[in-house]
């Protein structure tokens, strides 16, 4: 077998058989294929594309290549939640104790984050004490007894993907659907949970920006799973906008209590509660309509926000953070107000200028060296829709001394545009389709 041969395929639009992929992975990650051999295989697939079968074999190899996470020393029912990314988006924090109120386990391996803020991990550690490097004694005895665990990821999970994505990344091969699928699956496969529930995001924000496309993206991981005799579900949601009033760590992480404790209700609220009924859906505990009730009482009646409390506390943090956010989370007081200079309707949001905003401020990483500062981001007081008047407050921003805010508010300026007619509805719909 020679890594030209397989190149010409599927140059030529050919397709790549189950041992083909197997070869081209393998003697990869062992360097015993060049990188000009896999980059030139990796553009004929950018162009050529996949077919479903070859979609899978390349998950299953990715995924054969490391470690696999074994969640069965985890009673009850345990469904993993995974999303494409965006700007705002720290739904694992609300939505563990949500789904855990319901009776589900969230065991969750989570990563940080390079670009506009800090991963779910990152975000975390922007409570006091909050501690995510555990061991897996410490993992699974936490999952069992409080029903919610979010560590950072120790396990060797596919590292025939890290090894590719870093070369698509610098070969602009990164953006093809069977290629992200893959990359995405061959990481969630490893984490052997009864099923999982998919956020794929579109528009401004993020990875995939039409809605076309993003559906597209939600069909194949969906089809690599149910290959794989997983349960799936896949949402397709609005990234046209940042997700909630926050976007930077501590401020995230405020929003993602208030939301559990009922003070708040936004499009963050709605997608919380969406996708954990889904979760709770996918295991078969009961049923989505059931579940979105259930969990709504459970926010009213405090049952969410105890099990916060328990769960922060579990893994070193200060509980207390749950009652007094603004007085426990570090919070910069220095802030900027970004004012509207005209009458009109907000009739687009880049989101993604917005996250770029954010990370000039401190609140994100540019490359993994960097340190992030939890204190900093963007409050967010007007969305896509909403009327505003000259003088109002669009948005504010928390800097530090050494940043300041300049380059940010040029950054942010920039991501508003506000016209006198309101954008068409389908702009501002949360969830655009359902994949199952």
């Keep these: 077998m020679r890594p030209y041969d397989i190149i010409v395929k599927k140059r030529d639009g050919g397709i790549n058989t189950k041992e083909e992929i197997k070869y081209m992975i393998e003697k990869y990650v062992e360097g015993k294929i060049p990188d000009y051999q896999i980059a030139s295989w990796l553009m004929a697939i950018y162009f050529k594309h996949m077919t479903s079968e070859e979609r899978y074999n390349l998950t299953m190899t990715m995924l054969e290549s490391g470690d696999k996470v074994d969640l069965s020393a985890i009673e009850g029912k345990k469904i993993d939640k995974h999303s494409t990314g965006g700007v705002g988006d720290k739904t694992t ?15 969750k391996l989570s990563g940080r984050g390079l670009g506009h803020t800090g991963g779910t991990v990152d975000k975390l550690e922007a409570i006091p004490g909050f501690k995510t490097a555990l061991s897996e004694e410490e993992f699974f005895k936490i999952a069992n007894e409080k029903g919610v665990v979010v560590a950072g990821q120790t396990a060797n999970i596919a590292p025939a993907d890290k090894k590719i994505y870093a070369l698509r990344d610098t070969t602009a091969t990164v953006n093809e659907i069977s290629l992200i699928s893959a990359s995405i699956m061959s990481k969630k496969l490893g984490i052997m949970s009864d099923g999982i529930v998919l956020d794929v995001k579109t ?6 920006k039409s809605i076309e496309e993003s559906v597209e993206l939600a069909k194949a991981m969906v089809d690599i799973a149910k290959k794989n005799g997983k349960k799936v579900t896949a949402l397709v ?9 926050t976007v930077g760590n501590s401020l995230e992480v405020l929003e993602a209590i208030q939301t559990v404790k009922g003070e708040i209700k936004n499009d963050f609220t709605e997608l919380c509660l969406e996708l954990s009924a889904h979760m709770v859906d996918l295991s078969g505990i009961m049923s989505y309509e059931k579940a979105k009730e259930e969990i709504q009482k459970n926010i009213y009646n405090g049952k969410v926000k105890e099990i916060m409390k328990e769960w922060i506390k579990s893994q070193g943090g200060n509980p207390e953070v749950v009652e007094n956010p603004e007085k426990i989370l570090n919070i910069s007081n220095l802030t900027y107000d970004f004012i509207s200079d005209k009458n009109g309707y907000i009739t687009h949001i880049d989101a993604e200028s917005v996250g770029i905003s954010s990370m000039l401020l401190g609140a994100g990483r540019a490359s993994k060296e960097d340190i992030i500062d939890t204190s900093v981001g ?9 009327e505003v008047k000259v003088g109002e407050k669009i948005a504010t921003l928390y800097y530090s001394e050494e940043k300041g805010y300049e380059e940010a508010l040029k950054k942010l300026k920039e991501s508003y545009i506000i016209k006198d007619e309101k954008p068409h509805e389908n702009k501002t719909k949360l969830i655009y389709e359902i994949v199952k």
């Excluded at 528009?203 to 995939?208: D, L, Q």
């Excluded at 967010?380 to 829709?385: E, M, N, T, V, W």
């Design 237 to 245: 949601t609005n990234m046209d906008q940042p997700l909630g009033y």
């Design 378 to 386: 963007i409050k967010i007081y007007k969305k896509l829709g909403d």
């Design 93 to 107: 924090i609300s939505l563990a104790p949500m789904v855990a109120s319901i009776g589900l386990k969230v065991s």
């Design 203 to 208: 528009g401004s924000g993020a990875f995939m």
